[in-house]
């Protein structure tokens, strides 16, 4: 009987000094947001922050704006279960889809409580508990809320069983002891229009883990993870400079911008020989500082129109394959241009029947000022061409905030009036002659085609392949 009292003592003992992990009776839900959606704005809070705390909900969070890979996710989502692309989307089953924010809002108490312990709703259209989800099996990159924990995917993997713990337990230092991680700073969680704070925060395999409560030392282990979640964009998708710059080179390469350029030198050398090297750098600077005060304009609002669709209609993932779409054609279209090329080709070249209108218009300006107006007046002429490229950086872009979004421009026009600023000193300083770079642009068109059509044509297949 002693033997027996003491074997029970001893199993009180261990759960008692045991992390806490208990069969959750939480709600599980999908949930599809995005970050500059003000419709979001109102239910992120709800869903993200409190309802975790208060209504034993959890919650898989997919931000879809800045994360073009969580937009294909959505896609998955909606072969599954129907519900659409419109954002704030909440999926706790087949017959438990909600959309918008107010219905969110008013709703989900109601829903989380009618489900108590339901399965967390997969893409295949099938469902796991909460005690037995492999959250390394997740797909995109994930925000996992329960009570006031978080897991933060910041390059996946791990053992899905430890990771399943920390977001169950009630204890997390006990659940981390003997575990390798390194502490950090917590991360401000970003919401859209809002953000969330935690005490502690901790990487541990792929992921990293920030709580409220009793905090823990660093493990003393250098561990290896992705740190891709420095920043307060908590691992979300970084716009690339690689990828804008390329963008930029195919649209600074175009053969549209550089033929009305050199009508523009042509017109102004002709008109006052005699002085001609002063005019060259008056007028070729003046004519490219419109060029790049008009194209930033133009920047601003593509970005901008973009954003007002994606707010209106939510339709970020649909959106983003047209942009591939758009970067394979005008690759396609280039393409055409080198093999089988023809003047004034769509959308590669300025139609033929504007020619002659913007040859005179370029020919007749006597002035730097002149050349000023011109520049800015041209550039409508030049939208059909060149604005192909500059409509996908613009979609790229329109995942920040706008005022985020100037540096951006302001890299990509750089590079957009780079050969004009080159044509500009090289015929100034007497390299070269107006001529003998109209030559050149007309001996190499058909290469200009090519180099532009191979880029477009790699963006592309990078937008379907998840790499931009």
């Known amino acids: ?15 008692l000094f045991l992390p806490t992990v208990h069969a959750s009776s939480d709600a599980c839900a999908v949930y599809f947001t995005g970050i500059g959606c003000s419709h979001c704005a109102r239910a992120d ?40 692309f419109g954002i704030p989307l909440i999926i706790f089953g087949d017959d438990d889809i909600i959309v918008g924010d107010s219905p969110i809002i008013s709703g989900i108490p109601g829903v989380a409580a009618r489900l108590s312990g339901n399965g967390c709703p997969l893409t295949d259209g099938s469902s796991v508990s909460l005690d037995e989800i492999d959250i390394t099996a997740l797909p995109g990159e994930p925000n996992i809320w329960k009570d006031e ?6 390059g996946g993997g791990g053992d899905a069983e430890f990771l399943r713990t920390l ?17 950090i700073d917590p991360l401000e969680v970003p919401l859209s229009g809002d953000k969330v704070l935690f005490d502690n925060a ?20 250098d561990i290896s993870i992705d740190d891709t979640s420095a920043d307060t964009s908590v691992g979300r998708n970084e716009i690339s400079l690689a990828t804008l710059g390329l963008i930029a080179l195919a649209d600074t390469v175009n053969p549209c911008a550089l033929a009305v350029f050199i009508l523009m030198l042509i017109g102004i050398t002709t008109y006052d020989p005699g002085n001609r090297r002063a ?49 394979i054609l005008l690759g396609l279209l280039h393409l055409k241009g080198y093999f089988w090329y023809k003047p004034g080709g769509l959308l590669t070249e300025m139609p033929m029947r504007w020619r002659p209108r913007v040859k005179k218009m370029m020919t007749s300006i006597t002035s730097p000022k002149g050349a000023f107006f011109m520049g800015a007046f041209v550039t409508l002429f030049l939208i059909p061409c060149t604005m ?29 009036i780079l050969p004009l600023l080159g044509i500009t000193f090289v015929i100034h300083f007497g390299f070269k002659k107006v001529d003998d770079v109209s030559g050149w642009k007309e001996k190499n068109i058909k290469n200009l085609h090519l180099v532009i059509g191979i880029i477009m044509l790699g963006i592309g297949l990078g937008i379907f392949m998840g790499l931009v």
Do not use: C
């Open 1 to 15: 009987m002693e033997f027996r009292h003491r074997i029970a003592v001893f199993f009180v003992f261990i759960l």
């Open 45 to 84: 809070p709800v869903v993200l922050d409190t309802a975790p705390k208060t209504i034993n909900l959890a919650v898989i969070e997919y931000e879809v704006y800045r994360s073009s890979g969580n937009s294909r996710i959505m896609k998955d989502y909606d072969d599954a279960y129907g519900g659409g």
């Open 149 to 154: 924990k978080i897991l933060i995917h910041s």
């Open 167 to 183: 977001l169950l337990t009630d204890d997390a230092v006990s659940a981390l002891e003997g575990m390798e991680y390194e502490t």
């Open 202 to 221: 901790v990487k541990v395999q792929g992921w990293i883990f920030q709580w409220n409560g009793e905090g823990v030392e660093d493990s003393g282990d």
């Open 279 to 327: 005019k060259v750098i008056h007028a070729g600077l003046a004519f490219v500082a419109a060029v790049f005060v008009m194209y930033f304009i133009y920047g601003l609002i593509i970005i901008r129109s973009f954003q007002l669709v994606e707010s209106i209609t939510n339709i970020r993932p649909i959106l983003y394959n047209i942009l591939g779409y758009v970067a």
């Open 388 to 416: 192909g490229p500059y409509f996908i950086a613009g979609g790229i872009l329109s995942t920040l905030e706008l005022v985020e979004t100037i540096p951006w421009l302001l890299i990509y026009n750089l590079i957009f």
